[in-house]
C-alpha cells in the first residue's frame, strides 16, 4: 500500500525547521522570545556534574515533547549553558548526554523525570540537569579451567519489583570479544549480578551428544556459581571503575527435552508454507535472567526436541508470527535425567473484532483512538489496532490468553475506559480472556474523565530539592495514586517545574494518594505494603468531569525503612 503523505505535517515541520535556524542565527545570548508570535517559549539552563557540580561543556541536551516526541536540540556552551528558543508551549521533558556519563534527564539521580509544563509565552529560566558520572566495569570469561573463553555473552542484571515481587532484570550486556574481555559502561550507581552464559549453538556444534558426553559448559553467576543465589553481588558508587573481574564458567550435565504438540483445531498458515513453517518452539528459564533461550526444532509432524538444557524449571512456549502469538505453552522440570513424551496443546490464534463507542459528546469520532492488548502470560509483546470512524477495530490474529486492554491517542475531551465487555461478560479489572468462540470486544468511552491536581506538602519552589532530614538532596518524590476497587490500574505521576503533579482520564470512584520520598520502584504493588501504609494516604472520592485539587503529605523513605527491610522490598 502506497503511503499517504500529509502535506500540510510536511509544511508545517519545514516552518518550524526554517524557524528553528533563523533564531539560532540571529539570537542572543540570552532567552528570546519572538515579537511576531508571543505565544512561543523559550528555555534556559546548563548542566552540570552531578558528583563535582563542574559545569559541561558540548552537553548535548534535548527538550522531548510529551506525547508527540517532536525535539527541540541544543548544545551546552564553553560555560555549559544552553538555550531552546521558539518552543511551542505544552509538556516537556528534558534530556541530555555527555561522554562519560549517564544519560539522564532533569528530574533526579534515580532517573525520575521532571515534566515541563510551557505555558504560552513563558520563559523558563534556572534549569540545571545534573549528570551522574559513569560506573564501568571489565573483566573476562575463563573455562573451568581458567582459559580464556571466547564462546559466551554476559549479563548485567538488577533486582526489580514486578507486581510487588522480587525478581532479577537484565540490565545490560553483550558479547566477549576475542580475547574473552568484557566491558559494560553507563551504569548507575546500585547493586547489580554478573553472569556469563556459553553459546548454546557453538556448544551444540562442537560438544559430542551422547549421553556420557553430555557435559557442558553452564550458565555461571559471578564469581563461579551455578545459580544467582550464589552469586557475590556487585556494589558500584558513581564514577566507579570496577576493572579484573574473572567469571569462571562451571561443567555440568546437560539434557533433552521431547515431546509433542497436539492441535485442537486448524492452525493458519502463511502462504507457500507448511502448517509448523512459522512456529518457533523455546524454552525459557522461569527466573527470565538467561542471556539466552534454549530453542528447540518444532518438525513438520507436531514432535519437537530441545537439546542442551541444564536442570531446572523451565516454561515451553509455541509461538508464531512477529510479533509473536502464544499458541501453547507447558511446565517442565528436569531433574537429573532427559525429559520425554511432554504434550503441549496448541490453540488456534483467532481474529479479534470490537468497536468504541462515545459516551458523552457524539460529534467526536473515535479514529483518533486505538485499542492496545497486552499479554499478561509472559509475552512482553503487544498488539495495537486503529479504530476507524465508526469505531470498529480489528486484529488480524490473536492468541488465546488474557490481556490488559488499553486506549491510546487524543479526543478534545479527558476520556477514560467507562466499560469493556467482551461477549456477554463485563470486565471488572481492566482486562479480558479471549478463549473459546469468537465474541466482540465493545469499549465504551467516556469524554468526561476526572483530573486530580496535587502538590506535596512543604515542596519549595521550583528547581529546589526536597531537603531530607539529613539536610542532603533527597529525590524527587514519587506520587502514587491506588485505585480501591479492582478496575483500572495504579497510575504515577510526573513532578512539574512548580512542584506539582497531575492525573488525568481517571475513572470515577474512590482512589487513595501517596507520595513517597525514593522507594524502590513497585513498592506499592505489593498488597502486604500497601497494607502497612494504609492510613498515610490520602483519600480520593471522584465523580464523571470532577477536577479536584490537593494537598499530600511526603512519606520519609528513613520512616519506611523499617516496612521495606521487614518485607524483604529494599
Known amino acids: 500500500m502506497r503511503a499517504k503523505i500529509n502535506v500540510a505535517r510536511i509544511f508545517a515541520t519545514v516552518a518550524t525547521t526554517i524557524a528553528f535556524i533563523t533564531t539560532a542565527v540571529i539570537g542572543t545570548s540570552g532567552p528570546y522570545q519572538s515579537d511576531t508570535n508571543q505565544r512561543l517559549c523559550s528555555i534556559q539552563g546548563v548542566v552540570t556534574d552531578a558528583a563535582t557540580d563542574n559545569r559541561l561543556r558540548k552537553a548535548f541536551v534535548r527538550l522531548r515533547a510529551s506525547p508527540t516526541g517532536i525535539t527541540y536540540p541544543a548544545v551546552t556552551d564553553d560555560t555549559g549553558d544552553f538555550v531552546i528558543k521558539s518552543v511551542e508551549p505544552g509538556s516537556y521533558i528534558l534530556e541530555a548526554e555527555h561522554q562519560g556519563f549517564i544519560d539522564s534527564q532533569y528530574g533526579d539521580a534515580n532517573g525520575r523525570a521532571t515534566q515541563l509544563r510551557l505555558t504560552p509565552g513563558e520563559i523558563l529560566s534556572g534549569i540545571n540537569v545534573r549528570l551522574t558520572p559513569q560506573a564501568v566495569i571489565s573483566g573476562s570469561v575463563v573455562d573451568e579451567d581458567g582459559d580464556v573463553w571466547i564462546h559466551a555473552q554476559v549479563s548485567l542484571n538488577r533486582v526489580v519489583l514486578e507486581r510487588g515481587r522480587k525478581r532479577l532484570q537484565g540490565y545490560s550486556g553483550g558479547p566477549v570479544d576475542d580475547q574473552g574481555q568484557f566491558r559494560i559502561g553507563q551504569l548507575p550507581p546500585g547493586k547489580y549480578y554478573l553472569s556469563a552464559e ?108 530441545i537439546l542442551g538444557v541444564p536442570s531446572g524449571s523451565y516454561e515451553i ?91 491510546q491517542g487524543t479526543l478534545s475531551n479527558s476520556f477514560y475506559i467507562k466499560a469493556i465487555r467482551y461477549g456477554d461478560t463485563e470486565s471488572s479489572d481492566g482486562t479480558i480472556s479471549i478463549s473459546g468462540a469468537e465474541r466482540s470486544l465493545l469499549l465504551t468511552v467516556s469524554t468526561r474523565g476526572a483530573r486530580l491536581m496535587a502538590r506535596i506538602s512543604g515542596v519549595p519552589d521550583r528547581n529546589q530539592s526536597l531537603p531530607s532530614q539529613s539536610g542532603a538532596a533527597s529525590p524527587t518524590p514519587q506520587v502514587v495514586l491506588i485505585p480501591e476497587r479492582t478496575q483500572g490500574e495504579t497510575r504515577t505521576s510526573f513532578l512539574d517545574q512548580n512542584g506539582g503533579f497531575s492525573f488525568d482520564n481517571l475513572a470515577p470512584g474512590a482512589y487513595r494518594l501517596y507520595a513517597f520520598e525514593g522507594v524502590p520502584e513497585g513498592s506499592w504493588e505489593d498488597p502486604d505494603f500497601v497494607k502497612e501504609i494504609k492510613d498515610r494516604g490520602v483519600d480520593i472520592q471522584l465523580s464523571e468531569g470532577d477536577v479536584q485539587s490537593t494537598e499530600v503529605p511526603l512519606l520519609l523513605r528513613s520512616d519506611l525503612a523499617p516496612i521495606l527491610r521487614r518485607l524483604g522490598l529494599e
Not at 470512524?389 to 486506549?407: H, M, T
Open 198 to 305: 556459553p553459546d548454546i549453538g557453538w556448544e551444540r556444534s562442537n560438544r559430542q551428544a551422547a549421553k556420557t558426553l553430555a557435559s557442558r559448559l553452564q550458565p555461571t553467576w559471578y564469581p563461579s556459581s551455578r545459580d544467582a543465589d550464589g552469586s557475590n553481588p556487585i556494589v558500584l558508587e558513581p564514577g566507579q571503575q570496577l576493572s579484573g573481574l574473572e567469571i569462571r564458567l562451571q561443567r555440568g550435565t546437560v539434557y533433552r527435552i521431547r515431546g509433542r504438540v497436539s492441535v485442537s483445531e486448524d492452525i493458519p498458515e502463511f502462504p507457500d508454507r507448511g502448517p509448523f513453517a512459522t512456529r518457533a518452539i523455546s524454552a525459557d528459564l522461569r527466573s527470565g535472567v538467561a542471556a539466552n533461550g534454549y530453542p528447540g526444532v518444532l518438525r513438520s509432524d507436531g514432535s519437537f526436541e
Open 317 to 407: 512456549h509455541v509461538r508464531q508470527g512477529l510479533p509473536p502469538i502464544n499458541l501453547g505453552r507447558a511446565t517442565v522440570q528436569v531433574d537429573d535425567r532427559d525429559v520425554e513424551d511432554v504434550s503441549v496443546k496448541l490453540v488456534s490464534p483467532r481474529p479479534q473484532k470490537g468497536r468504541i463507542q462515545i459516551d458523552g459528546n457524539q460529534s467526536l469520532k473515535p479514529s483518533s483512538l486505538s485499542v492496545r492488548l497486552i499479554s499478561l502470560e509472559g509475552n512482553s509483546w503487544s498488539q495495537s489496532a486503529v479504530a476507524r470512524d465508526d469505531g470498529s477495530f480489528s486484529f488480524a490474529l490473536v492468541g488465546s490468553e488474557r490481556y490488559r486492554v488499553l486506549i
